[in-house]
């Protein structure tokens, strides 16, 4: 089924733009893109309207309960690539909607071709103005998951010039699987930096982005975004997503046992990841 269009000038529309509930039409290029690099672009995910109904509750809920007040040069170099701030969904019925939204986790699900995916937890992640770059980091090195069918969706809320960017990939790179104890920093970014030169790993960008595309990655690919040399808030929302029956793995890292105390509460080693905060979002079949 193909996008309703909504006309903006219609005064007779009386079309909620806020509801995220239909079907984007995923090519099968960009299915085998993601099944072959870890990763792909999605053109208007959310139309612009769309997003002007979202952006200022994700906003303003972001920096609300952000918790970095330091200035840019007081903060190591995590601290300097964005402001961070997790599972907003619990705290705003606004982003909630857009966090749960049905459009978004069907994509998930056909783009890891699986029949479900749950929600693992959202992250607005704001690259201030002349904010820092995103070292090179696998995310799943943060995931206590038995297996790898993880995907991650990174969507702006502003237009992001060239200057900018959007994410930066090493194609291929999530056949490697765990890469080594590397959380985001100047080390990752230096050994990461020498495992994609000797592998002769293509490094990609799908360059600028409107408000409303999405780039969605795998839990083990390769990624790294550039700085922010403008002036302004690079203001992006991302939606992290799990197929549904994935089990919890035994931590074996500390940012492995924190995130299953935090976003996947309750649960052990060997159960089936479906706390009360990991919703089913999207199923193809069955109730």
Known sequence: ???????LTDP????????????????RERVDEFQLKG????????????VAAYRPAIEAAALQHKRETRPIAERDTYGKAFLQV???????????????????????????????????HDQALFKEPHGGRTPWHQDQYYWPFDTDQTITMWMPLVDVPIEIGSMTFASG??????????????????????MIAEHALPIETHGAAA??????????????????PTDVMRSVMTVIYFADGMRVAEPQTPGQQFDLHIWLPGLKPGDIAASPINPLLYRSTGP
């Open 1 to 7: 089924m193909g996008r309703k269009i909504v006309s």
């Open 12 to 27: 007779t529309d009386r079309t909620d733009p806020t509801d995220l509930s239909d079907d984007y039409p995923v090519s």
């Open 39 to 50: 990763h792909t672009i999605l053109r208007a995910v959310a139309a612009p309207h769309e």
């Open 86 to 120: 997790t599972n907003l969904w619990r705290v705003d019925e606004s982003v909630r909607r857009f966090v749960h939204a049905r459009r978004f986790a069907k994509i998930a699900a056909e783009l890891l071709g699986v029949d479900g995916v749950r929600l693992y």
């Open 173 to 194: 790179s999530f056949r490697f699987g765990y890469l080594g104890s590397y959380a985001i920093s100047d080390e990752s970014e230096a050994a990461f930096e020498k």
């Open 211 to 228: 408000a409303g595309d999405a780039t969605f990655h795998r839990g083990w690919t390769l990624h790294s975004a550039a700085s922010n």
